[in-house]
């Protein structure tokens, strides 16, 4: 059985220092998504929602960032990988990591934005996301970004 020290637990409204936390209890999400035409459209809601309910959808622009790389990389997973996708979000010490684990083995690649219809998602990526990268599990792999969520100067930035 987990026991308090009897200290006072930190206010979840309060920022803690330079790097706001999402409410206690928040933190974590994971949802897997069928392969269909409305999975990139149910996703990027539920990136919406769940940000609005840790506290983070206020914080400049990381609400809309964040459900515009995850429609990105959903979108991928729908035309390359064409099997079921999931999406895995945590919010902890001032950053947001978005995960999307698919069954394809290739990796993405940033191409050149471009004038092409398609081909951005990656490009956008890499533009906008503090970090990002992929890592290869089983048979697939898992495509993850980073974004800041502290809202202060250089929060959330590209790291040189």
């Known amino acids: 059985m987990l026991r308090l020290s009897g200290r006072r637990l930190p206010d979840p409204d309060a920022d803690s220092g330079p790097f706001p936390q999402p409410p ?7 949802v897997e998504y069928a392969p269909n035409a409305l ?22 622009d990381v609400a809309d960032v964040a459900e515009l790389l995850v429609g990105e990389l959903a979108a991928n997973a729908t035309v390359h990988a064409r099997s079921r996708f999931r999406l895995t979000l945590f919010a902890a010490h001032g950053v947001l990591r978005c995960e999307v684990s698919d069954t394809e083995p290739r990796v993405p690649r940033v191409l050149d934005a471009g004038t092409a219809e398609n081909g951005r998602g990656m490009f956008l990526v890499d533009a906008l996301a503090q970090r990002w990268g992929c890592h290869r599990e089983g048979p697939g792999k898992t495509v993850w970004f980073e974004l800041g969520t502290c809202g202060s100067d250089g929060c959330g930035g590209r790291q040189p």
């Open 24 to 30: 206690l209890g928040a933190g974590h999400l994971s």
């Open 39 to 60: 999975a990139v459209r149910e996703a990027r809601a539920d990136v919406r929602r769940q940000l609005e309910d840790w506290g983070l959808a206020e914080r400049g």
